[in-house]
């Protein structure tokens, strides 16, 4: 019955407040989806839902000429007198009439390949008309999934109450914005939420917002996260695309618009397919349909993204305007489908010549207070796309969901029911939660162990607890918590159990115990050092003891600024082989020692035991950031920096049991990253630092770069490691500099070749560098295949890489990037 009173109210509510409704239909009685609805020679205008109908609000009673636009119908211009609100108007769309002169078959040029010379002459004059505005902005999203099976890879899938069916189909996100944005090209944009509503999360935010929706069509590239997607009427866009007028129509204000099919000259390169329709004489854009395929923008599990945008015409100003903009998603893998669509709604636009100065700043979004608590009857009066039967019983059973959810008898029920203790849990682990939100979490003892020659076979187990220290904050990005936690792990050879333990809150970080550790903290993973020993007798994680308290705080001090500082008290001492086991006996090479300046000395030790304390403070600069700003003030960054990220450091070892390991260390980097439209993504890193005081300092304390003899990495962007570098051959307590260079031209050559265009791979080429005053520089130029796979599964880099000392040849070798090397750890 509650349900019932719901949909009633929500139903006679929308009817209240709808003033020009109806439903748009094709001539065979169907509904036509995301008809675009204008009032003649304004930007006041809606959008059809998926079933065709549609509530255009006006303001007061009287004359209006109201236009229906939608690609592939004939548009409709009709005059209507409304003497009462709501007003029902329905609409019939018929078929389009395209027409085309008699075509003599010859050698002759299509006459699309003109119209596009024309738009792609007069697209910078097009694009600066609608260069400068602001309007109201709306946009929906919904997500849905089909065939999901309980069961993945042998685990329970847990989906929310309500997500899905016993066929495990339904709506896996629903949402809506209502916005206000202001915008000029090509990136300045602020944008002030005003509503934002999120199915059965009463508290959360909806992502989809103006940011990174604005297709422009007019610029060369249109950015589509992995790749940028060549325009059809970009200034290179004859090379990518070919073009045939598949007819002509006239709009209601007798423009003649041409019809013309794009259909891409290489099949895997990031281009659309499908069709743009270009105004005659003003060669504007009157509205856009492609297909954007998931392996052209090297997506996988995307199958097919349709973009369709309608462009609106105003007399008065001449300018051809976006109104809206539709996106049709089409994804899967594993047997499991994904659709979605996310419909956008420009309205009242108002143009500028300019904009003043301060008008965008570092807040790109800010989401007012109260944005997300508003009503049904405030979505019933703003939202301009009527909710289909499908949104509305969506909303009405989350809703209902959440609130018996958030009743702290539900919650009981649900924590004794998952709190439960089993015979099994000490084994395989046990998880604990409140209606408090107070969390433990014990790891088990079921874990693959780890191997190495220090400890041998290493049993690990932990366990950690959270505490919400506001638990009655509304806003999760609000919430503060207390963390801790305590890890445990013995070494079998060794015989010697360590236990560490950790707590942060409010940006304090505290730490310390025993543990192991390696003289270069970023080297080799346990897990691949495991295989390496185990299988190949390589045993290159050189380690040792280190008993240890520490203090950290981080924090971001002012925009794009974040500040570091750390105390830690130290005692090391050296560790030494215990476990010459193998899996497989190379009987041309034998475990190397612990000491990795004599590796053949099986009862050196790279230092003596000793105490110190160590102190650091650091920042790092990111200019250029744009932020989200969420109510009360709480400010996230959305990575919008157009410059190079800049840390800094200073280091100091004191107080130390020998007077010779104190020093003073400075550092400084820079990291960079850009994409060349097409032509892929670029990534640099610069490394620098020099040690004072610290001719006698210990080993552990050394500059020790990343390297890798192991011929194996996880395969991401490498702008921190080397390929061949041996571990241990390259360090210095002196200065040092080093430089990382990749690009990843994202298909851009080889998708020009034929045959192998077909594979999808990215040619990647790189260069790294390191030089310390007493060794000769060191050099590794690379060369290689990311994206390498089939299908869905395209998990693996392949590089060619090649190593110099100084002006002569070092070593060459393959790199395999094995992309979830990262998951394993």
């Known amino acids: 019955m509650h349900k019932l009173l719901t949909t009633c109210f929500l139903l006679l509510s929308a009817a209240s407040f709808a003033q020009i409704k109806g439903k748009i239909t094709s001539a065979d009685g169907q509904g036509i989806p995301f008809v675009s609805i204008t009032i003649e020679n304004t930007y006041n205008g809606t959008t059809a839902n998926e079933q065709g109908q549609y509530e255009l609000a006006v303001k007061t009673t009287g004359k209006y000429t109201v236009i229906f636009q939608s690609i592939g119908f004939k548009t409709q211009k009709l005059s209507v007198d409304v003497k009462s609100l709501p007003h029902v108007l329905n609409v019939m769309m018929p078929d389009e009439n395209y027409q085309l002169n008699e075509v003599v078959i010859s050698n002759a040029e299509d006459p699309a390949y003109e119209v596009i010379r024309q738009a792609i002459a007069h697209r910078k004059e097009n694009s600066a008309k609608t260069g400068r505005f602001e309007s109201d902005f709306y ?68 992502f989809n917002t103006a940011m990174n929706t604005y ?72 509205a856009t349909d492609f297909d954007m395929k998931g392996y052209r923008l090297q997506t996988p599990f995307l199958n097919n993204l349709n973009l369709k945008q309608n462009y609106t015409y105003n007399s008065q100003n001449g300018i051809w305007a976006k109104n809206s903009q539709v996106f049709d998603i089409d994804a899967g893998g594993f047997g499991i489908t994904f659709s979605g669509s996310f419909t956008h709604v420009y309205t009242n636009y108002i143009f500028h010549d300019k904009f003043d100065k301060k008008t965008f700043g570092k807040e790109m979004i800010v989401i007012e207070d109260e944005a997300n608590k508003k009503d049904s009857v405030y979505w019933n009066a703003m939202r301009p796309i009527p909710l289909t039967e499908e949104e509305t019983i969506d909303y009405i059973k989350k809703d209902s969901i959440q609130t018996l959810h958030e009743s702290v008898a539900y919650k009981d029920s649900i924590n004794k029911k998952y709190n439960k203790f089993n015979w099994k849990d000490p084994i395989t682990g046990y998880n604990y939660k409140n209606s408090k939100d107070t969390r433990f979490n014990y790891d088990g003892i079921l874990h693959i162990p780890s191997y190495n020659t220090v400890q041998g076979w290493v049993l690990n187990t932990g366990m950690n607890a959270s505490f919400a220290l506001n638990p009655e904050e509304k806003y999760d990005f609000k919430k503060r918590r207390l963390y801790t936690g305590v890890k445990a792990e013995y070494g079998i050879a060794e015989d010697r159990v360590r236990f560490s333990g950790s ?13 192991v550790e390696q003289f270069n903290a970023s080297n080799i993973s346990p897990f691949v050092n495991a295989i390496s020993t185990l299988f190949f007798e390589r045993n290159y994680m ?47 090479h034998s475990y190397t020692s612990n000491d990795p300046l004599q590796p053949y000395n099986y009862s050196s030790a790279p230092f003596e035991k000793h105490t110190l304390y160590k102190a650091s403070i650091g920042a790092n600069f990111n200019f250029g950031l744009k932020y989200k700003v969420y109510p009360g003030g709480e400010k996230r960054a959305m990575n919008y920096g157009q410059y190079p990220t800049l840390g800094i450091k ?151 890489v090649r190593a110099y000392q100084g002006s002569g040849f070092a070593t060459d070798g393959v790199m395999f990037g094995l992309k979830f090397l990262d998951i394993l750890d």
Request: aromatic share 16%.
């Open 215 to 286: 297709y422009n069509f007019y610029d060369n590239y249109v950015d589509m996260s992995e790749v940028q997607v060549i325009s059809p009427i970009g200034s290179g866009a004859l090379t990518y695309y070919k073009y045939k007028l598949e007819g002509t129509f006239f709009d209601e204000n007798n423009n003649q618009i041409n019809k013309i099919k794009v259909t891409p000259r290489r099949d895997k390169e990031a281009v659309v397919e499908g069709y743009i329709y270009i105004v005659d004489n003003s060669w504007a854009i009157y």
């Open 542 to 588: 050189k380690l040792y003891d280190k008993t240890f308290a520490k203090i950290a705080y981080s924090n971001r001090i002012a925009d794009g600024i974040t500040a570091t500082g750390s105390v830690e008290y130290l005692r090391r001492r050296a560790l030494y082989n215990n476990a010459p086991w193998v899996f497989i006996k190379d009987d041309n």
């Open 650 to 800: 200073y280091e100091k070892g004191f107080a130390g049991s020998i007077k010779e390991y104190e020093y003073d260390f400075i550092a400084a980097g820079a990291q960079y990253r850009t994409t060349f439209g097409n032509k892929g993504d670029f990534a640099i890193s610069l490394k620098g630092g020099k040690f004072f005081n610290a001719d006698g300092i210990a080993f552990t304390d050394y500059k020790h770069f990343n390297a890798n003899e192991t011929h194996v990495n996880s395969g991401g962007t490498n702008i921190s490691s080397f390929n061949l570098l041996p571990y241990y051959s390259l360090y210095t307590n002196d200065a040092y500099f080093e430089s990382h260079i990749e690009h990843n031209f994202k298909g851009y050559i080889m998708n020009k070749i034929p045959l192998l265009n077909v594979l999808q791979w990215n040619l990647v080429v790189g260069y790294h560098a390191a030089a310390t005053p007493d060794s000769k520089p060191y050099q590794e130029f690379t060369a290689g295949f990311d994206n390498i796979g089939w299908g869905n599964f395209r998990m693996l880099r392949v590089d060619y």
């Open 503 to 515: 707590a942060s809150a409010y940006n304090f970080y505290l730490s310390g115990g025993n543990t």
């Open 139 to 206: 946009s929906k999203g919904i997500f849905r999934i089909k065939n999901l099976p309980k069961k993945f890879l042998g685990q329970t899938v847990e989906v929310p109450d309500g997500m899905v069916d016993s066929t495990g189909s339904g709506i896996l996100y629903l949402s809506e914005t209502v916005s206000h944005i202001t915008f000029e090209q090509p990136n300045n944009l602020k944008e002030r939420i005003i509503a934002s509503k999120v199915s059965g999360n009463d508290n959360g935010f909806s």
